[in-house]
């Protein structure tokens, strides 16, 4: 369970290579990675969207197939290829007049690190790197890929009432 008053949270950021995705990717035969994706973390993502959260994407991948995948889950603020997360990050909270503690990070490794630092909710995967274990305040009892972006986007939409609450998502 999360340590901290979730219903200050307006936006989500998560990095997708070992958060989103597991951490072993598959290459195809021209070099490129073919992700996993959980579809249980995709629809927490819609949902947290459909709910009036800002969700974005901040990653050092740069395959436009984590575009598509993400803009059609709902996600506007998409940033690929991201050498120095904070520079997006800071563009992303001012683009939405979003402050710090009212942001969730999830990070798993070293790139991520300065952003978990900055981000009022720091959190991570089972399975993240110790450096980043060490700064999170919340690590997921689930690995990257398995389902960590639903554990912790479910606990923010429950606390805030908007879990299950199809009226709020769909407009009934």
């Known amino acids: 369970m999360i340590n901290y008053d979730l219903t200050k949270i307006r936006a989500m950021a998560f990095d997708v290579d070992g958060v989103l995705s597991a951490e072993t990717v598959p290459m195809d035969a021209k070099g490129e990675p073919m992700r996993t994706l959980n579809i249980k973390d995709g629809y927490a993502l819609q949902f947290a969207v459909k709910c009036g959260l800002h969700v974005a994407i901040i990653t050092g991948g740069r395959s436009e197939a984590i575009r598509k995948r993400y803009e059609a889950l709902g996600v506007k603020d998409i940033y690929i290829g991201a050498s120095v997360k904070t520079n997006e990050f800071a563009d992303w909270l001012s683009r939405r007049s ?21 981000a009022g909710l720091s959190c991570c995967p089972a399975d993240a790197a110790p450096e980043i274990k060490a700064v999170c305040r919340y690590i997921s009892h689930r690995n990257g890929g398995c389902g960590c972006g639903r554990d912790v986007i ?19």
């Open 98 to 118: 979003l402050k710090p503690e009212e942001v969730l990070y999830m990070g798993d490794d070293i790139p991520d690190y300065d952003v978990l630092r900055l």
């Open 154 to 172: 479910e606990q923010v939409l429950r606390a805030q009432g908007k879990w299950m609450s199809h009226a709020d998502a769909f407009g009934w």
